[in-house]
């Protein structure tokens, strides 16, 4: 049978290229995921990452005999060169695809030594690279390796094709084993989530491609954003009776469609796609970027920002945030690498390698509803996107194309017609069905410690552009630039290196912006209520507060300043006609909008059907009352790499963030883990994050913060064996 062992312990690394049989004391221990370098959280120079580094680990593997050994690397940024015992495996070009080198023959008894070459610096002929690209590739063994162990006759790759999911299910499998015999037979069993058994088949194999197919399934539940349920499909390979291989992949049973109509269907229903891009990249990590956070971040844009929608721009991401994907119900665009260049020839058939492994790699995610087959932004080239349209439609016929292009006149060789708008308004669509992947980002970067206005600009921003694409019957939807801010090279970004655009900063903590977001969640799901204010009155050019703008999914509000109500008021639907919920926009006139008069708390009373349903207050002393920590988690496992992110905010007495507090905050770590982060650590926009990563003892880390005058904090985790 199988044996599948993750391979991310016991590590060393030296950010240098050393010989082969250089010494293990040039080296430190690490654990993957690992970037080349830490980096800090803003300023980080491209230069700093790219060099040659050595990465090593010595192994031994039980009896092998009979079976084939392989690695699995999930991902390695850019191009890795890898030895086992002296011998060259082979080599790969580009991070953000996965790739494997089989070591049968290589293996010896006792310990093996395997050792990699990482090459991190841009090369030019890969992927994103050749042109300018505006993000960070950083640099390592930065996702998961695996060692593989399997019978010679083995499942190589497996297809699961939920059909008719509307009608009477079926699943055709499509199977690949690494050679055919005879005497082969597989068992397909389909099972739903607790292991009960759905439905089984049995089928004689006589070619190494063969397709199992489950005609009419019954009592099947659909996988949706609401509920979406995965099935598990198990394949046991035998011969002559003895099981010889074992594979499982999870799916989902659901129909997407881009209509000629304008509108994308999810199981038959019409659903406005509203949505974020997401950056893999991270503060002091780079990529590396363990299962937990990746997870995380998907949790962020269903539950935090209200997406249906998130696009892997600009190439495929973590599995483990796929995976995650699939388990909560956000549906995925994920695209190729690259960025607005196309290179040579040789470049041009790396991107048709990309196409298929992304395409063969993720094909199973119900998640995913559309390939970008096409380099984000570049120039027409018929004769490359017709390739890889081909390319796509020919691993995957249940998914449509796209390829995101910024200019309106571009030749429709996909599905879908994938634009970035960033002009205010939007273009008319030429072709149906035609989806927006990005807007504002450049054309509107914003600080979380920016002046009050802007802040408020930026989240109006959004809104307006869902709300004009949403009006639009011929726009699938739209998908914001972008939900995080993200590390840039010097041609591009603030004077940081960051590209200020998303709606949260760069460690996850919300911009106004994301208030907006939010507030487009259905109040069934979570009532939102956000008065998008510091509540002073000499922040705005001219001063006072007016409009106060409130992101919220109430249907009325009331405004108190002190004890006095200033009014009930409704949305603006006149500016905001097809949001959902649209904003509050308060215009009022002299009350509060005094030079120099007295100031009172806010506070804003939401209110669903007359119900009072939520309640902001925001203190008008703006005093710091508090260092609030915020973890998502409080257990990680004692697997050396596991990490959370503890959020420190200064807020006021109400728990609001008070983004002019520029102090130092200084962190203490209790345990066996380790603060990754900057310590002391400034404040921006009144907020900042680290990181904790376990080590590999159970117990418990206790993690403590404090600044200045203001009480001492703590959070407490679990480690888990
Ligand atoms: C787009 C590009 C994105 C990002 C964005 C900033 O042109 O596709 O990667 O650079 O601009 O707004």
Redesign the pocket.
Known sequence: MRHVENFNQDWLFTPRKVDLHAPDDWFGQITLPHTNKLFKSRFVDNREYQFISTYRKRFSVDETTGKRVFLDFDGVMLQSTVYLNSQLLGEHAGGYTPFSFEITDYLVNGENILTVYVDSTENESIPPYGGRV??LTFGGIYRDVYLRVVHPCHIVRVFARPLDALETPRLECDIQLSVVRTGLSIEAILEDAQGNEIARQLQQIDADNVTISFPALHHIELWSLENPVLYNLILNLSEDGQYIDRESVSIGFRSTEFSEDGNFYLNGQPLKLFGL?RHQTYPYIGAAAPARLQALDADILKYELGCNIVRT??YPQSPHFLKRCDEIGLLVFEEIPG??HIGDEAWQAIVLRDVRAMIERDRNHPSIILWGVRI??SPDNDDLYGQTNALAHELDPTRQTGG?R?FIASNKLEDVFTL?D?PPGIQKPVHKPHLIT?F????FPTKTWDQEERRIEHALHHARKHNDLTGCADIAGGIG??AFDYH?HRE?GSGDRI?H?GVMDIFRLPKMAAYFYRSQKSPEDKVVLYAATNWSMGDRSGSGNNPLVVFSNCNEIEVITGDSSQGRFQPDVENYPNLRNPPFVVRWGTPYNPWGSEIYDLTVNGFLNGELAAQHRIASDHLPRKLRLSIHTSTLKADGSDMTRIAVQIVDKYGNVLPYQQRIVEFRLEGDGELIGENPAVLSGGQVACYVRSGKSAGQITVTAWSADLPEESVTLQIEA
């Open positions: 505006d993000y891009n721009s600009h960025w607005q984000n932004e995101v910024n970035n960033f990005e504002v980002g450049h054309m630039w972008c840039t591009f590209c655009h």
